[in-house]
Nanobody, 127 residues
Framework: QVQLVESGGGLVQSGESLRLSCTASGLTLHYFAVGWFRQAPGKEREGVACLMSRDGQTYYGDSVRGRFTISRDLDRNTVYLQMNSLKPEDTAVYYC????????????????????WGQGIQVTVSS
């Protein structure tokens, strides 16, 4: 059974940091791209950061580039999202998702990941 489990969310103040983890079971991340997505109330889901290839190619959304970093530990089958300099507008439910390689052109823009999704985790940034 394929499963992605997010952890590490919570409530922080503006300017602080959090690290989210996404641990996979039932699939080997070496063969998948993994992305972090978020959805705030009343807004569409957006791709935050994606790690798209075996050589570590990444994509970041404009709103988080320079503040967030996606990384992985293949031994732990886990992907991380380090979030620094958090802002209130980063408040959302964060999801990780996996897509088997190779990716389509759209998927290389951190869109349309379908193979597996986590349950989501809340990140709240207070001002």
């Amino acid at each position: 059974q394929v499963q992605l489990v997010e952890s590490g969310g919570g409530l922080v103040q503006s300017g602080e940091s959090l690290r989210l983890s996404c641990t996979a079971s039932g699939l080997t991340l070496h063969y998948f791209a993994v992305g972090w997505f978020r959805q705030a109330p009343g807004k569409e889901r957006e791709g935050v950061a994606c790690l798209m290839s075996r050589d570590g190619q990444t994509y970041y959304g404009d709103s988080v580039r320079g503040r967030f970093t996606i990384s992985r530990d293949l031994d732990r089958n886990t992907v991380y999202l380090q979030m620094n300099s958090l802002k209130p507008e980063d408040t959302a439910v964060y999801y990780c998702a996996a897509e088997r390689l190779p990716l389509t052109a759209a998927q290389k823009l951190c869109e349309f990941y379908d193979d597996a999704w986590g349950q989501g985790i809340q990140v709240t940034v207070s001002s």
